[in-house]
């Protein structure tokens, strides 16, 4: 049996108890099914389960992000007979340690990260690692503590570095919310038939070709990144990418794509930098396991490193 998960994140303070109180006592959202309410922390606020529309909730508390195993987490569904269950995570655990953890038949139907917008810079000042890990899979950011008139960009900038399909939402007050719809125009012409990405828009360039990949093929670009030979590649292809940090150095890691060029294993050095003219097209290639940007270069030439040498978002 298929088991609805859904999953608030985020800090101490930010709202997720009040929202899924809130959830709890709407009939919309609780007709009364078995529902394991699973507490990763403990926060100033406590739910109030007497206004709960049903009564069928099962309130259990994680203390030890250890105890997320696959074997612990059924066993508290399965005491309780539970049809779906809803998690208040604690904002300090690293996603990966439930998501790996889940059982089989657990399913994550939604999952949306909360933050007080007061604290929110300072958070992603000082825990940069852990506010990417909460946002990079959000489907829904939502700020409350907003005041009226303040600057929406930073906070607009620091989810569109970890996450481009989140939905945003600011709220001011009960039944004062407002969505985020400040444009996120892509930094390089993508209706045109061939354009160039410069060195700091890697990155970006990267990700969304892996996210909307479709949407370049048959495009030429110009672009300066490395060449990486070997590891079974036949003689007329190569890797070309750059190392990508995301949000922290102990996150870096190398993106790149494959490439097509008759010279490369005789022109070519491992990790040189080079600038490649190439016509993408979307099609299965061997290294991916599937249908996938690949690049056929017309040019490829030496270049300098990139500035920076390590893209960023």
Same mark, same amino acid.
């Given at each position: ?16 108890? !009040? ?7 709407? #009939? +919309? *959202?609780?007709? &009364?099914? =078995? ?25 259990? !508390? ?7 195993? #696959? +074997? *612990?987490?059924? &066993?508290? =569904? ?76 930073p906070y607009h900038k620091i989810v569109r570095g970890a ?151």
């Open positions: 049996m298929e088991i609805p998960v859904y999953l608030f994140t985020g800090f101490l303070e930010s709202g997720k108890t !009040t929202f899924i109180q809130d959830i709890m006592e709407d #009939p +919309e *959202f609780n007709a &009364g099914e =078995r529902t394991l309410l699973l507490l990763c922390e403990e926060g100033e606020e406590e739910y109030h389960r007497s206004k709960f529309f049903g009564t069928q909730v099962y309130i259990e !508390t994680v203390e030890d992000e250890e105890d997320l195993t #696959p +074997e *612990f987490l059924e &066993g508290l =569904r399965e005491k309780h007979k539970a049809e779906r269950v809803v998690v208040e995570y604690n904002g300090m655990w690293m996603l990966d340690s439930f998501y790996q953890n889940m059982p089989p038949q657990w399913l994550a139907y939604q999952e949306m990260f909360f933050a007080d917008a007061s604290t929110f810079l300072t958070y992603n000042q000082n825990m940069r690692q852990l506010v990417y890990d909460k946002l990079k899979s959000a489907e829904i950011v939502v700020f409350n503590r907003c005041t009226h008139g303040f600057d929406k960009m996450n481009r399909k989140s939905q945003i939402l600011y709220e001011y007050g009960p039944d004062d919310v407002e969505p985020d719809n400040i444009p996120d125009p892509l930094p390089y012409d993508i209706n045109a038939d061939s354009f160039t990405v410069n060195d700091v828009d890697y990155a970006e360039w990267y990700r969304d070709i892996n996210e909307e990949g479709k949407k370049y093929d048959g495009k030429i670009i110009t672009i300066k990144g490395r060449s990486v030979l070997g590891g079974g590649l036949p003689d007329d292809k190569f890797v070309f990418g750059r190392h990508v940090m995301t949000c922290c150095v102990e996150d870096i890691q190398f993106a790149g794509l494959v490439c097509v060029w008759k010279d490369a294993a005789h022109k070519l050095t491992h990790g040189g930098w080079v600038t490649i003219t190439a016509q993408i097209k979307w099609q299965y290639d061997e290294m991916y396991g599937e249908a996938g940007p690949v690049l056929y270069c017309s040019r490829v030439e030496e270049a300098e490193e990139a500035d920076p040498e390590v893209a960023q978002f």
